[in-house]
């Protein structure tokens, strides 16, 4: 059996667990530069807020109803992520991380749960529990033969108790008669409606479907989600996450930027991050690009949009080194009398640190550089990211994005750990006790 754990509305709910005074308001997360809404709490998708929706279209909206808009506070979200991960990693060893509010756990090798069904939904009510106990954040969980049917177990799990079992035939049918075709798992918007223009509107009926035409119009990838319907496993869980391919880094701006180092400022830090990603997995990059761009919605302004990609001499994730080659390809695309909205990095041709191809003119000391970038990660990771960093990243962050509705970093940062006032009344009696 597998079970789909999915964090109920997110990162509204890690808000919630350092602010319980958003506990039943309708409150909503925004994307970067408060821009978009990208979260709703239960609350305020019974309002009609629609997911995406610009914030500058609802600010009226979300005043007269009294809901709470906050800025994405993507570390919060992202230790409160690995915290729940590491919570259900306790239950089993086989695990696969799917994002950062979702993991699969695989159940089959726990033999004293078996295939009964209220074992597997006491155990299912252990997980959810304990998970809320242990971080404060609600999840749902489905647990099934496959993992599309686990998807489809998850989404009743959030309508009832948390927690579904689908192990059962008739229990399987009767979820997949009720179940839009345009909600399954790797059913995108175009198959859904061409699955619809063919009369098959339910899972059921995609489940039912002659598996030739599946796969004349769907392709093997659709046949196996087919196949998953019916209870045949054929997407396995991946308990190693796959290495990145490219890794890529663009944000815009709070406010245009013209000034040269205003922008290799930013462009340092995107670096920075990418090449953390990069050791992180162990991997290299061959190829570097980087790109500027105006805002293409501001038409009372010239326009201006240039990148430019190059061949590492090395492959390398060695930051400082990157930084040198993000110097040069910036000043080589950079032009004066641009308000620039964003600047960006990529990096591809990725191959495992451990296969690196010397050049025969390369004479930087890679071995110590190796200890150093070790050092350096060793150092962000303990005392919190930013702690030691390149000068080239410079320390006015005027470019930045706006995030007028940022929360606390309550678990990453010292400075922001959640305190509690005691009433004065309340004191001499714990003194006394």
């Given at each position: 059996m597998v079970a789909l754990v999915d964090c109920n509305n997110f990162y509204v709910s890690c808000e919630r667990v350092f602010n319980p005074k958003l506990e039943k308001r309708p409150v909503v997360v925004l994307s970067n530069n408060d821009g978009c809404i990208i979260a709703r709490s239960e609350e305020a998708k019974a309002l009609g807020i629609p997911m995406g929706a610009p914030l500058f279209q609802f600010k009226e909206f979300l005043i007269k109803n009294n809901v709470v808009a906050l800025s994405s506070n993507y570390t919060l979200y992202g230790d409160m992520s690995e915290r729940v991960m590491n919570t259900l990693a306790k239950f089993t060893q086989n695990i696969e991380i799917y994002s950062i509010d979702e993991a699969f756990l695989d159940l089959s090798r726990l033999a004293f749960v078996g295939n009964d069904t209220q074992k597997l939904y006491e155990y299912g009510m252990n997980i959810r529990n304990t998970v809320l106990?242990?971080?404060?954040?609600?999840?749902?969980?489905?647990?099934?033969?496959?993992?599309v049917l686990s998807k489809v177990a998850s989404k009743k799990a959030k309508k009832s108790s948390?927690?579904?079992?689908?192990?059962?035939?008739?229990?399987?049918?009767?979820?997949?008669?009720?179940?839009?075709?345009?909600?399954?798992?790797?059913?995108?918007?175009?198959?859904?409606k061409f699955l619809k223009r063919h009369h098959i509107n339910t899972a059921l009926e995609f489940a039912n479907a002659p598996d030739q035409w599946v796969q004349k119009h769907l392709t093997i990838v659709g046949l196996r989600i087919v196949k998953e319907l019916r209870g045949e496993k054929c997407i396995s869980i991946d308990e190693e996450p796959t290495p990145r391919k490219s890794v890529c880094s663009q944000k815009s701006f709070g406010e245009p930027q013209s000034d040269f180092f205003a922008l290799y400022n930013a462009l340092s830090t995107y670096i920075d991050s990418c090449a953390m990603k990069l050791r992180n997995q162990g991997s290299v990059a061959n190829i570097m690009g980087v790109w500027v761009a105006t805002n293409p919605f501001n038409l009372s302004e010239p326009q201006y949009f240039q990148s430019k990609f190059i061949n590492l001499p090395v492959p390398t994730n060695f930051t400082g080194e990157l930084l040198r080659?993000?110097?040069?390809?910036?000043?080589?695309?950079?032009?004066?009398?641009?308000?620039?909205?964003?600047?960006?990095?990529?990096?591809?041709?990725?191959?495992?640190?451990?296969?690196?191809?010397?050049?025969?003119?390369?004479?930087?000391?890679?071995?110590?550089?190796?200890?150093?970038m070790e050092a350096y990660d060793a150092l962000n990771r303990k005392y919190g990211k930013g702690t030691i960093k390149f000068s080239a990243q410079g320390t006015d962050y005027g470019w930045k994005m706006k995030q007028e509705h940022l929360t606390e970093h309550f678990t990453t940062s010292?400075?922001?750990?959640?305190?509690?006032?005691?009433?004065?009344?309340?004191?001499?009696?714990?003194?006394?006790?």
């Open positions: 106990k242990w971080t404060g954040i609600p999840v749902s969980i489905g647990i099934a033969p496959t993992k948390g927690v579904c079992v689908l192990n059962e035939q008739d229990t399987i049918k009767e979820a997949l008669s009720n179940f839009d075709v345009e909600d399954i798992w790797g059913i995108g918007k175009a198959y859904s080659y993000g110097f040069a390809l910036l000043k080589d695309i950079y032009r004066e009398g641009y308000r620039y909205k964003r600047v960006g990095v990529l990096f591809s041709g990725l191959a495992p640190d451990n296969t690196l191809q010397y050049n025969l003119f390369d004479n930087l000391h890679r071995d110590k550089l190796l200890r150093v010292w400075e922001n750990i959640l305190t509690i006032q005691l009433d004065k009344q309340v004191l001499p009696k714990l003194k006394e006790k």
